[in-house]
């Protein structure tokens, strides 16, 4: 199951687990650039999901994807 979000930057970045639905908060590291891709663990479930993450800094708006790795 693949997910996408769009959020300003007051609320940051979330993202949806596949495997139990529930809502995450991720961070963006600005050194790694506007495009990235890393694995986060569900804070619930512990269930890993590819990120993928594009960012505006001047906007403060992000579009976070997932999928279960």
């Known amino acids: 199951m693949s997910s996408r979000k769009k959020s ?9 687990c596949g495997a139990c639905g529930e ?4 961070t963006v ?4 650039g506007r ?3 890393y694995v986060e ?3 619930v479930c512990c269930r ?6 594009q960012w ?5 708006e992000y579009a976070v994807g997932s999928e279960l790795e």
């Open 8 to 16: 300003r930057r007051n609320d940051g970045p979330a993202w949806q």
């Open 35 to 37: 495009r990235q891709s």
């Open 56 to 60: 505006d800094p001047e906007s403060g």
């Open 48 to 53: 890993p999901s590819v990120l993928t993450l």
């Open 41 to 43: 663990d569900c804070q």
């Open 23 to 26: 809502w995450n908060a991720t």
């Open 29 to 32: 590291d600005g050194s790694v």
